[in-house]
């Protein structure tokens, strides 16, 4: 069945619009008058609390990528809706209380329930609806032999027990499918996904170690296919993997086309915060810059050649904190005590001082606030395929690999986060990186 494309937007905004209005119209009505004041603010007021709700609704939902639906995948996902309309409601206050913004709290809060219930509710009939009209369909093309529907095509990595529950799941809800199992480690499985039509592949298998499961899916001859990584277990961090439909069988839908919206927006806050902070930190800079000066001869900022956004070197500009004589291209230090590092820059490393020119990077356009940390040529060069995941995304100040330990952590486990980041970037990722940046920076956890 061929899903509107603009169904949820749809259904969220006439969801808000009548519980806004339902609102308003039991506020006034006289069974509440009665008991409470009458309300007294203007018409205009209550216009404009509605378009910022309805912008803010949007632009959350957008980011927790509830508008972006394919037909095999579970659309109606309702823990990861009411997150977002968590983080709608909190904002909302948030605003309301910092603007000093006079508004019914009668009308505000039976808003927010009426909107709960009517997009939560709207979502789940929508999937069961989708559900029994996809079963009706297989049905009716089961008995009529010249149809032309196509039937879902699926194959299945692996041919163990977790293989065999997610065939049956696929069945059960798919009774016309296309099941194709095969070995994960035999050499022809690969020639032919290369050689197959796009198809959901389900990597379900037990023995399956993680950089094979990378690898894979990060294989370009094999990009035309969409893959699921089955797993008994999985913590949803941010709410932005994807769980799909396959009712009893956790799974999770590899992603990493962000949305316009998303890229859009995270520019503008790059901009402002990038400006922001360079005025703020004017002070610092200055006297890092002297400080340098006074202790070792050579210039206080360096410019490195750095691996950007799909391959592109870019120029990486940073405050010098190690010995003049020190080569421009080496690895980063892993001690503290490491004779390359000067007094005062191991002062500006701890703190991330040095890091501070990077502002005008991402004022520049070629690294953003929250992202996978730029690497040197030399480190890129013997990346492995799915190692080269993380330059899909923008290279960053900051990231997951500062607010779980930073250097702490090594190479290839900094690698997974960043394919983590990479597959679910979010403003909402972005803000609680940000958020957790701040601690990490101060404490100077894992920074040498």
Known sequence: MKIPKNIFLTLDLTSLTFAFSTSIFLRQSPLLT?????????????????????????????AYKLYQIREIELSARIFTTLKGLVVWVLLITAITYILKYQFSRGVFGMTIIITT?????????????????????????NGNENNNHKNTEAIILGTGFRAKSVEKQIIDTYPNANIRK?????????????NHMPADIFLADEKLSREKVLSLITDKSISHHSFRVISDTFKLVTGEVRLNDIDEIPSITIYNRPHKFYMGLKRLLDIIMAGIGIVIASPLWLIATILIKLESKGPALIRQIRIGYNSKPFTLYKFRTMR??????????????????????????????????QLWNILMGNMTLVGPRPEMEFIVRDYCP????????????????????RKDIPLHENL???????????????LMIILKTIPAVLFGRGAY
């Open 34 to 62: 009665s008991h409470f004041d009458q309300i007294t603010y203007s018409t205009i007021s209550y216009i404009i609390s509605f378009i910022v709700a309805v912008l803010l609704l949007l632009a959350i939902f957008s």
């Open 117 to 141: 219930i009517l997009i939560c509710a709207g979502r789940y009939f929508f999937y069961i609806y989708r559900r029994n009209k996809r079963r009706h369909n297989d049905e009716i093309d």
């Open 182 to 194: 095969l070995e994960c480690n035999d050499s022809r499985t690969l020639n032919y996904l290369k």
């Open 324 to 357: 003049f004589e020190t080569l421009l291209y080496e690895k980063a230090p892993m001690r503290d005590d490491d004779e390359r590092i000067t007094k005062i820059g191991r002062i500006l490393r701890r703190l991330s001082i040095d890091e501070l020119p």
């Open 386 to 405: 799915w190692q080269k995941f993380r330059l899909l995304a923008k290279p960053g100040l900051t990231g997951l690999w500062q607010i779980l330990g």
């Open 416 to 430: 997974e986060y960043d394919f983590y980041y990479v597959c679910n970037r979010s403003i909402i990722l972005d």
